[in-house]
Each structure stands twice: as C-alpha cells, then as structure tokens.
C-alpha cells in the first residue's frame, strides 16, 4: 500500500503500463489454453492428427493461435488442415473419380473396380466447439490471475 503522495503518484503511473502488459499475457495465455483443449480433442477424434484417406499420408489436422494488436490484443484461433472434414457434419453424396488421365474408375479397398460410389455421409465430431466449451472457464481464470498479478506488482 502507498504510505506517501509520492508512492501514490508512482502507482498510478505505473498501474496502466503493467495492466496493459497482464492483459497480454493474459490473452496469449488464455489463447494457447484454447488452442491446447481444441487440439486435445482432435486428437480424441483422429488419433495421430492425421485423416487417414486424405492425401497419401493422411492430412494434417490441428489449431493454432495468432495474437495481435498492443493496446487491445485480440486473439485468433485458426483450424489448419482439413478440419471441417472431422468438425462438421457431411451430406449423403456421390464420390466418381477425378478425371485425370482418362480414369473411369474408383478402386475400392478390397481391389474391386467401380464407377462411382455413393458416401451416405458422416456425423461430425465438433471437436471445435467442445475444445472451446472445456476451456472456457480456464481462460477466466489465467485472464483474471494475470490481472490480479498485475495489480499487486503495481501496488507494491
């Protein structure tokens, strides 16, 4: 606690500086906690983080996050790879082959030749919304701890 005017004084000039810096490290915090729940999940779902069909290795899935702005940071968390694939529902649809290099035909995992099959859709994991919904009171938490942190160092 300030016992003088001048304690005062050095206080309220330095609350807003170290304010600005718990309110960054509390959204990169909370940020890398999203990320970090949303990945959990993914790997819940998938296994590796890779869907096995995608690709010749199986693409890579997962989240990441990017901060910006000083004085009002805001956080983005981006899916990278084809997420939306085990994220969202799919429709019923019809797969034929792509047509390159005259192919005609699908090759089905037993060796059988077909012209085209029809996929009757998937239900959706929704590992997105459920890595956010785990991690929501977390981020109050780390956000308000670093606030609370700032506010003791300021005060002395």
Known sequence: MPKTLA???????????????AEQRGVRKSALLVTRGIRDEIRGATGDNRLSGVGRRGARVGAKYDVSGGSNPTAVIRATGPLHLVDRDTDPHLIAPKRRRGAKAL??????????????????????????????????????????????????
């Open 7 to 21: 304690d005062l004084a050095r206080t309220a000039h330095q609350l807003p500086k170290e304010l600005q810096a």
């Open 107 to 156: 090759r089905l995992a037993n060796g059988q030749m077909v012209a085209s099959v029809r996929h009757p859709g998937t239900r959706g994991k929704h590992v997105w919304g459920k890595g956010i919904s785990k991690t929501r009171a977390g981020t109050r938490k780390v956000f308000a701890a670093e606030i609370h942190t700032a506010m003791i160092k300021a005060v002395g």
